[in-house]
C-alpha cells in the first residue's frame, strides 16, 4: 500500500460518526477554519500508534492539514456538539462546541471507539462572541498536563497533537495561534444530558442516554434498568477520579457540569494546576474568587454535578415520578461512600498499608495530612519521602519538617510503622506506583510555555514532557523538576481559562 491510500493514516483512517447520526439534534454539521502555515509543535506518536495509525505518517503535511483543520478526511463528518452546562452554579441552556470540532469516531487497536477532536479550529455556531481559536500556550499546556496525568494512571483525555497556525489570535495582545487534537472515551458530559434534558426535541434524551450507555457500559445495554445503571456508573467512575485526583494534588480548576464526562475522563485542561504545599482551600484560577472548585472541595462538587445528571435521568428512571426519584436520589445519596472508598483506596496505596481498616486508615491518613497542611509542606516530596521511610530511610521526611515538628512527626510515624506491620515488597511496590517523584510543577509548566510562546523555543517544553511521562522513576539529571517553586512564585501563582 503507498501512504496516500493507507488506512493507517488519519486522512484515510476508518472514521465513523456515530455521534452525528444517532444524535442529529445535539450536532451541527460544521467545517475547520483554513489555517495558513500548520506546523506541528508536538506529535504523540505513542497515541497514534494506539488508535491503529502509523506514527510516522503524523508529520505529513497530509496529516498536519487534517490535525490543523486545513483539510477533512474524506470519510469524516465534522460536528459541533452541543451542550449545556452549569458554570460556576449557574445554569446556561445552550453551551456546545464554541472552538472545537468532533472529526469522527476511530476504533482503536482494542477495538474500542475514540473520539477525536479539534479544540480551537474555528467559530462554530455555538461560538458566541468568541472567535473559536486557541492560543499556543494553553494548547501547549493541555497536551503537557494531560500526558502527565495519562502517566499518573489517571483517566483522561489525551492529546494526539498540537499544531501551531502561523495565525495569531488577539487575547490581550496578540499570541500565536494553536490546534489542538484530543481523543476521548466520548466527548459526553453531564452539560450533553443537561441540553438534551432543556431541548427535549424528538426523544434524544433517550437516544442520548442510549448512545452512552453503548460506548460507556454496553454490559448493561439490555437491562430494562439501564438508565438507572447508567447513573450509577457515572457516580463510580467520577468517585474513582476524583479520589485520584486528590491522590496527586491535582486541581481541575473549574468543574462546571459541561467539564464533568460521563466516562470517567478528566477533561477540559483550562485553568488546573498541581498543588505543591499542602492546602485544602487551595485554588489557583483567577476566576474562582469564591473557591468553589478548591482542591477540597472537588468531591463535593462531583456530587453536586452528579446531582444534575440524576435530574435529567429523571424521566428515563421510572414512569412513576415518586420512584423515579427515590431512584435518583438514591445514588447521589451513595456518592460520599463511593468516594470515600475511593479515596481510602488510594490513601492506603499512598501509605503503603496491607489489608484495610476503613476508620484507622482514614484517621492515619487525616493525621498525616494536618501535619503537612500548618507547615505548608510539598504534597508531592511528603509523600514521596514515605517511600523511602518505609525502605528504613526516614532523613528525606525529617528533612522537611522544621526541628520543632519532629516531635509530632515522630509520633505519627510510630502510629504509621505499628499500622504497616505485616506490609512488604507488595506494599512497597505499590507505594512507588502511588506517589510520584515528578509532578507537572507550576513554574516548570511556565517557563516551558513562555519559551514556547515567546522564543518559539519548543526544548524546555520536550524536556518537561519527557519528565512527567516519567513521572515515577527518580532520575538524578531530572533533580529541579522534584523541587517545589520559590514560595513567591507559588503564592501568587494565577491560572487562566481561556483556550
Ligand atoms: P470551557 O471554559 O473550555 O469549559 O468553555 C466554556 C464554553 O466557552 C464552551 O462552550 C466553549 O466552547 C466556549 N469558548 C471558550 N473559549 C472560546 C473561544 N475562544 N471561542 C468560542 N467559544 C469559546
Ligand atoms: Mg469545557
Redesign the pocket.
Known sequence: MTAATSSDTLAHAPWQSRFAHELPSMAEAWTPAAVPAPQALALNGALAQALGLDPDSMATPESLAVLAGNAVPAAARPVAQAYAGHQFGNFVPR??????LLIGELPDRQGRLRDVALKGSG?TP???G????AAQGPVLREFLISEAMHALGIPTTRSLAAVATGESVWRDRPLPGAVLARVAASHLRVGSFQYAAAWDAGGSLRALAEHAIERHQPEDADRPDRFLALLQGVARRQAALVARWMGVGFIHG?M?T??MTISGETI?Y?PCAFMEAYGPRTVFSSIDTAGRYAYANQPLIARWNLARLAECLLPLLSGDETQALHLATGVVDAFPALYRAEWLAVMRAKLGLPAADDEVDEALAQAFLALLQPRQIDFTRAFRALNSAAEGDESALRGLFAPEAQEALTAWLERWQARRAGAGAAERAAMRLANPVYIARNHQVEAALEAAQERADLAPFERLLAVVRAPFDERVEDAAFAEPAPPSVTAGYQTF???
Open positions: 453551551l456546545g462546541d464554541g472552538r472545537a467559530h455555538f461560538s458566541r468568541g472567535d473559536g481559536k473549574v462546571n459541561d467539564n477540559d483550562g481559562c481561556g483556550t
